[in-house]
């Protein structure tokens, strides 16, 4: 415990330090060794939202990778679970482990990649001998889901020049081990540090490409009701072990990925939308638009939450931020019966909570009397959705751009989707604050959204 208690924590942010309902690092840390397993997969989920957001390092993310280190031979690490990140049943240490991978992934960037602060890049690649120290014990471990994650993890911190000498001690594992894990994200750490180490990697494009061919193809023919060999490719597939690599890890795991483009200087930014003028104050029909100065404000922070609302929250979490109860609405489980919640209106409020297992994945916030939800101080709420569309695909930085059936442009790298919602004979923004799994809106939100006048 001496990473922790001596560590000055109040003196080193994470990502969202300060925020309401926002955990500092510390009750990050010490909800890893909770006897409830859901704050247990709350306290993994924050060390990447909060510690590597958006593959990014911050002046608390080195000292929390040395307390997360040294808690890999704790008996309590043992404890097996699912974990937002991942598919299937893994032991904590495993996770942590992976987690650590991805430290070391991101370490290796540059300032220019908008990896971090100088100083804060810098404090984390000057822990990379003790890590390496730590996680190397790991990578004979009986369990082959430890032996991977620290494999994994071991191979990236290679990457400092400082451990150089112990390439070739690793290198046979590197391809023995990950090389032919059903772990994609594994598979493309072991080519790419291979090649960087100068070894011969054609076997495993070869492979990896013929592996992917062959799956397509499956893919293929399993959807195909009027081939022959359907049956088969359905067979084949489920046979298939499961690609537990997480949805988006980071760091250069996606070299193919294109890079957000800078709005070119010669082409002009549009006005920033303003919010449609709120209805007379004695106005009370079905379409009555909330003046401003009746609306709360909000904040919008990408990937973590709205206002006092966090991305993972429970039911009882967010009735004690709105201080509200909503009306609920849930569902039953096809797979075990068990009733979850779908969504939540709060309608002093004006907003939706939508839920994925029972935590919060999802805020909807009504256009006519929700809260003034504000990106960079300009409104997203009640306003016209031409102008906030266009104002988004001006930002500096811009992120790719997909579409709903329903037209809805979706934002993927800020988790920002906006709809439309009527009032009257016109069209008002009705913002989606969403999780990435979450930007298929078709299959993901319930139909009573859709539905939603």
């Known amino acids: 415990m001496a990473e922790l208690t001596g560590t000055a924590w109040s003196e080193l942010p994470h990502f969202c330090t300060g925020l309401h309902n926002v955990p500092d690092t510390p009750d990050i840390l010490m909800g890893l060794l909770d006897d409830d397993h859901t704050r247990r997969a709350r306290a993994v989920w924050d ?37 937002e990140r991942r598919a299937g049943t893994r032991p904590l240490r495993a996770e942590l482990l992976n987690w650590l991978a991805s430290f070391a992934d991101v370490a290796r960037l540059d300032p220019e990649d908008g990896a971090g602060a100088p100083q804060d ?14 996680v190397a014990a790991f990578c004979e471990d009986d369990d082959p889901q ?24 690793y290198a046979p594992a590197v391809r023995d081990v990950l090389a032919r894990s059903a772990d994609s994200y594994y598979r493309w750490i072991a080519r790419e ?13 070869t492979a990896e490409e013929e592996h992917r061919a062959a799956v397509d193809r499956a893919h293929e023919l399993a959807n195909n009701p009027f081939d022959e060999g359907q049956g088969q490719a359905i067979r084949w597939l489920a046979e298939q072990p499961e690609d537990t ?37 004695e106005h009370r ?19 973590i939450g709205v206002g006092p609302l966090h991305f993972g929250m429970t039911l009882e979490e967010i009735t004690a931020a709105l201080g509200e109860e909503g009306t609920v609405s849930g569902y039953y489980a096809p797979d075990t019966y068990e009733r979850r919640l779908n969504y939540a209106d709060f309608r002093t409020a004006g907003v939706r909570a939508l839920f994925r297992m029972n935590r919060l994945e999802c ?23 031409s102008q906030v569309e266009e104002w988004l695909i001006h930002r500096p930085l811009r992120g790719p751009l997909m579409y709903s059936v ?48």
Request: proline share 11%; net charge neutral; with cysteine.
């Open 47 to 83: 060390l990447y939202r909060l510690l590597l957001n958006q593959e990014r390092v911050f002046p608390s993310t080195a000292p929390a990778a040395l307390f997360v280190s040294a808690l890999l031979d704790d008996p309590r690490m043992l404890t097996s679970g699912q974990w």
């Open 146 to 169: 430890v032996r991977e994650a620290a494999t994994a993890a071991t191979a990236l911190l290679l990457a400092d020049p400082a451990l150089a000498a112990s390439i070739p001690r």
């Open 121 to 134: 890049l810098a404090a984390a690649r000057a822990v990379r001998p003790t890590l390496r120290t730590r």
């Open 193 to 205: 540090r291979l090649e960087t180490w100068g070894e011969d990697i054609a076997g495993l494009i």
């Open 245 to 281: 690599a997480a949805s988006e890890p980071p760091g250069r795991w996606h070299p193919d990925r294109a890079a957000p483009e800078r709005t070119a200087p010669h082409e002009p930014a549009p006005d920033a939308p303003t919010a449609v003028r709120g209805s007379a104050p």
């Open 363 to 385: 805020v909807a916030v009504n256009a006519l009397t929700g809260p003034q939800v504000r990106l960079d101080g300009v409104p997203l709420t009640g306003c016209v959705p």
């Open 285 to 303: 029909g079905p379409w009555r638009i909330a003046r401003s100065e009746e609306r709360d404000e909000w904040r919008f922070t990408p990937h």
């Open 406 to 453: 329903a037209a809805d442009p979706v934002f993927p790298d800020l988790g920002l989707a906006i709809r439309s919602q009527r009032a009257g004979d016109i069209n008002l923004t009705r913002p989606l604050f969403l999780l990435h799994n979450w930007l298929d809106l078709w299959h993901s939100l319930p139909s009573e959204e859709w539905n939603y006048q």
